[in-house]
Nanobody, 121 residues
Framework: QVQLVESGGGLVQAGGSLRLSCAASGRTFSSYAMGWFRQAPGKEREFVAGISWRGSTTNYAVSVKGRFTISRDNAKNTLYLQMNSLKPEDTAVYYC??????????????WGQGTQVTVSS
């Protein structure tokens, strides 16, 4: 059973930064792609960023490209999301997800419980 535990969420002013972390356990972390999704109140869950098994390939939602950076430390079984220049519209619950394969292909089979990010204007 894969477990994903997010941390690092909180309240920040617009223009500020946060770094989310996701600690993974239960299978070989380095063998699978990982990603982040988010869900704002009253909205559908949306893809934020993805990273391949070795970290050589990343992709981002248009709304966060240039402001957010996804990375991973396979030695520590940890996924990160560095969020800079935060905007009020980034307010959401952020979820860590584990891919079903090595590559970013839209298939995610495990989800964390989520961490709240609130950006005040």
């Amino acid at each position: 059973q894969v477990q994903l535990v997010e941390s690092g969420g909180g309240l920040v002013q617009a223009g500020g930064s946060l770094r989310l972390s996701c600690a993974a356990s239960g299978r070989t972390f380095s063998s699978y792609a990982m990603g982040w999704f988010r869900q704002a109140p009253g909205k559908e869950r949306e893809f934020v960023a993805g990273i391949s098994w070795r970290g050589s390939t990343t992709n981002y939602a248009v709304s966060v490209k240039g402001r957010f950076t996804i990375s991973r430390d396979n030695a520590k079984n940890t996924l990160y999301l560095q969020m800079n220049s935060l905007k009020p519209e980034d307010t959401a619950v952020y979820y860590c997800v584990a891919g079903a394969t090595r590559y970013i292909n839209g298939e995610y089979d495990y989800w964390g419980q989520g961490t709240q990010v609130t950006v005040s204007s």
